[in-house]
């Protein structure tokens, strides 16, 4: 799993860590993008809640993640999660989720970045790409749903020693590398190249 605030480079980092080691990733943010850009009616919920910075409800979200480990996940090398579990109600349904599966989950990646850092890259991913909520009061709004909501799940995974803090202020290789590196010694986990 990847963890970090918003603009801490999850989504960078997954495409480095599907890349090298084989794995499905599964990002709950692209995937409910995908459903606006569609314009399906999941979308249109969900629009309403991305566009204020606000967190979709968990009942919605874990019911969304459990089809999608059916119809996506099952019979891959492994899974990278990236922008799920965001609240402890999700990452106690993650854990029976992949219990149910005979899945477990090998490491949480925690990306720790200063915050000037990450306002600064969303509102540069906000000029470069359009992304609707890179823009300032979203993005406020943002870090705070996850300081209230998303962060405590930092300590949660500690306490289950799962937890892997990188360093995710720096050049996207060498954050890979200390990734890579953490995962080889916290799980045993070699990437396939
Ligand atoms: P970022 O981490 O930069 O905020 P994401 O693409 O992961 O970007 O998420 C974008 C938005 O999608 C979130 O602000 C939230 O509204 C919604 N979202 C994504 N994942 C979840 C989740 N697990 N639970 C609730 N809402 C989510």
Redesign the pocket.
């Known amino acids: 799993m990847l963890f970090g605030?918003?603009?801490?480079g999850?989504?960078t980092q997954s495409a480095r860590l599907i890349d090298e080691y084989g794995l499905y990733h599964i990002?709950?943010?692209?995937l409910?993008?995908q459903h606006i850009k569609n314009g399906t009616e999941l979308g249109k919920v969900?629009d309403g809640?991305?566009s204020k910075?606000?967190?979709?409800p968990?009942d919605l979200?874990i019911r969304i993640l459990d089809e999608t480990l059916d119809k996506e996940a099952s019979g891959k090398n492994g899974v990278v999660f990236?922008?799920?579990?965001?609240?402890i109600p999700?990452a106690d349904a993650l854990k029976q989720l992949l219990r149910r599966r005979g899945y477990d989950l090998s490491a949480v990646v925690g990306l720790e970045v200063p915050e000037d850092e990450l306002v600064t890259r969303?509102l540069q991913r906000g000029k470069e790409t359009g992304r609707a909520?890179d823009n300032i009061e979203t993005i406020k709004n943002?870090l705070k749903?996850y300081h209230d909501q998303t962060a405590p799940l930092r300590e949660y995974y500690i306490k289950e020693g799962k937890y892997l803090p990188v360093n995710g202020h720096g050049v996207v290789d060498e954050i890979f590398g200390n990734i890579a590196k953490g995962l080889r010694e916290m799980a045993g986990i070699d990437s396939r190249k």
């Not at 605030?5 to 801490?8: E, K, L, R, V």
């Not at 990002?27 to 692209?30: D, V």
């Open positions: 605030a918003p603009g801490s999850k989504g990002s709950t943010g692209e409910l993008r969900a809640y991305i910075g606000q967190l979709i968990d979200m990236d922008g799920f579990p965001r609240t999700q969303m909520d943002r749903v």
